[in-house]
């Protein structure tokens, strides 16, 4: 169970039909959770949903209107079925040109490689009216961010090369600093007199996690907030549960 705080919040939404049939592992949602979490946006939501265009649309638009920031991964390469950028467009309900920046950085490169810039490439070029690119150190190919959202690619490299650039945007405002105390009970038996200490702090995210290590029933009870004292604090509190 998770006592929700009111820190920066955000959603994460891993787009791909090779991620929910199981051919391809999603690695990204863990490393943007972490990196997250260093500059204090909690994730309060992972997603995963296919490639259909009606999913990631009502997606986008239902949590970037429940949380403060919303990242997406995958659908933005040159296959017929990377299809984010344009329900991004028809999520902000705005057109979908080929940026003229992004289309020299991709034409510098595929020259360089002796490739040609044909329409396909060129589809990732397009971005919606109103966003910013989120530059590609690796394949030049950009993501992009429209107004709370951030479009990022799918492959684990490129999409952590983008995170990186993200989190210079999104600047290191707080550090989150996280507490866990064991408290050998069921959850069940604690449950009570921890929502107690959680309302006593609402601000606080306190989180309890379950475990069994052989006869033993238990609970891991995990504190974060920026406030080390604070963490302390409470921490004194739920000593006393065990």
């Given amino acids: ?3 929700q705080s009111s820190l920066r919040t955000s959603g994460i939404i891993i787009i791909g039909n090779e991620i929910l049939s199981g051919r391809t592992q999603d690695l990204n949602s863990r490393y943007l959770a972490q990196r997250l979490l260093s500059i204090g946006i909690i994730v309060n939501e992972i997603r995963t949903i296919p490639d259909s265009k009606d999913q990631i649309i009502d997606s986008v638009n239902e949590l970037r209107n429940k949380y ?3 990242f997406t991964s995958g659908g933005i390469g040159p296959t017929h079925d990377d299809i984010t950028a344009e329900c991004i467009a028809s999520a902000f309900d705005v057109d979908l040109p080929v940026n003229k920046e992004a289309k020299i950085l991709l034409k510098n490169y595929y020259i360089e490689k ?6 396909s490439r060129l589809r990732m070029a397009r ?3 109103g966003a910013v690119m989120i530059p590609n150190p690796i394949s030049v190919a950009p993501g992009f961010q429209i107004k709370n959202v951030f479009v990022l690619a799918g492959v684990p490299n490129i999409f952590q090369a983008m995170v990186e650039n993200i989190i210079k945007i999104l600047e290191v405002e707080i550090s989150i600093k996280s507490k866990t105390i064991t408290v050998n009970k069921a959850e069940g038996d604690i449950a009570e007199k921890l929502s107690i200490i959680a309302s006593n702090y609402p601000n606080v995210s306190i989180g309890s996690y379950p475990f069994e290590n052989g006869l033993i029933k238990g609970t891991n009870i995990v504190i974060s907030h920026h406030d080390e004292k604070l963490i302390k604090e409470i921490a004194k509190f739920t000593e006393k549960l065990k």
């Fill in 68 to 70: 403060t920031f919303v």
């Fill in 114 to 119: 002796n490739i040609k810039l044909n329409n």
């Fill in 127 to 129: 971005i919606p009216k």
């Fill in 1 to 3: 169970m998770m006592y």
